[in-house]
């Protein structure tokens, strides 16, 4: 069971999980030649599925997009969204429709939580954004509905990127990171639950092309690493006025923002919002 510890003065909160210490990475799977648990074929080897899209029989193959619970959960609600059977391809490089179901999928399970606490989706991609599998996926948990989540409401939408029928993409002016960007419905009041499928098909699409989009960011950054590779994080914002934050992953936090709280971000809302422009 996770432990949730309050600070009195800020109503800040901590979650004590100790079996996330025993999370396994690709290395180590490697070594008992089970290779990789999301994949086709090793189905066995996950906790079995509360959810998938696609055919076959529960936990066998022909599914196109597989939920299970975590093995090493935070929370007391915690689930894997295995995003396709493909291991090297992600959201930015999917089929559009493998996106449209991901989202249905998120929106499925978002909606199965909903009354049972603050539901909140999140996916780390790559190897500075704390994934220790390799295989694309994202993640769900639930935490209880007392709990005060340091979580940004939406910003305003100022540095437009691109915009579609339903969705704006933007650098907020009040960005944390480098080249941060937010994708909001463009009509407000909604929780995330409530998108539609049409609106859905508009997300997949403009967040595929944001990604892809700072991808080439990303790839000519001289902020990154030179064997680097492209990596993010993202969530979807759990209550009323939803939207999807991407941060990528091309600095790290240190000394002067852990002991402030304040956060530096050394590229400008305003000039990250034109470069992203400029990429076709």
């Not at 936990?59 to 493909?86: A, C, M, Q, Y």
């Not at 790839?219 to 994080?233: G, H, I, M, R, T």
Request: charged share 30%; net charge negative; proline share 5%.
């Amino acid at each position: 069971m996770a432990k949730y510890v309050p600070d009195i003065k800020t109503e800040r909160w901590v979650v004590i999980s100790a079996t996330r210490f025993d999370r396994p990475d690709n290395a180590e799977y490697d070594k008992k030649k089970i290779g990789c648990v999301f994949c086709y074929g090793n189905e066995k080897y996950t906790p079995p599925e509360v959810y998938r899209l696609g055919g076959g029989d529960k936990d066998k193959e022909g599914w196109k997009v597989r939920v299970v619970p975590n093995l090493f959960p935070i929370t007391d609600i915690h689930e894997v969204i295995i995003h396709s059977p493909e291991h090297e391809k992600d959201i930015e490089h999917l089929d559009l429709q493998q996106v449209e179901l991901i989202l249905q999928t998120y929106r499925q399970r978002y909606n199965f939580y909903e009354t049972d606490g603050q539901v909140l989706i999140f996916c780390n991609h790559g190897e500075r954004s704390g994934a220790s599998l390799k295989h694309p996926h994202s993640q769900l948990v639930v935490l209880p509905k007392q709990i005060t989540l340091d979580t940004l409401e939406r910003e305003p939408v100022n540095n437009l990127v691109i915009e579609n029928n339903f969705f704006h993409v933007y650098c907020p002016d009040f960005s944390q990171w480098s080249y941060e960007v937010w994708i909001a419905p463009k009509e407000e009041g909604k929780k995330f639950g409530l998108i539609t499928d049409i609106e859905i098909k508009d997300l997949a699409e403009i967040l595929q092309i944001t990604l892809q989009k700072l991808e080439k960011i990303y790839a000519k950054s001289p902020l990154k690493k030179a064997v680097e590779k492209f990596s993010y994080n993202f969530y979807i914002y759990h209550g009323t006025n939803w939207y999807l934050r991407i941060i990528p992953r091309l600095v790290d936090r240190a000394g002067f923002e852990l002991g402030t709280g304040l956060n530096v971000n050394i590229v400008d809302p305003t000039i990250a919002a034109e470069e992203l422009k400029k990429i076709i």
